[in-house]
């Protein structure tokens, strides 16, 4: 069963969430590699939320030290994050 971790994040500032957004679109695919989705929504101007899909819990259980690492890298530009995380029920694309 797939399963899925959901960040919300509120940045400091309008150009630091530019920055991650950016950033997590240029590095993020060969970060979370067996990630099957990863989707980025701007949620407002100092807010967003990123959504990864894995195949499976083990998976999603790998990829924690590399989010962790991204955080690390992003903590001046973050105010808070929060993250959920559970098994994907519906997985539909067009």
Known sequence: MSYARINTVEYNSEADADAAAADY????????????????????????????????????????PVREARLARMKDRVKSVQMQEGEVTLAHAR
């Open 25 to 64: 679109a240029e590095k993020a695919p060969g970060e979370f590699t067996e990630a099957q989705v990863l989707l980025s929504v701007r949620t407002g101007p100092t807010t967003g939320m990123a959504v990864s899909l894995h195949p499976d819990k083990a998976a999603f259980e790998r990829s924690a």
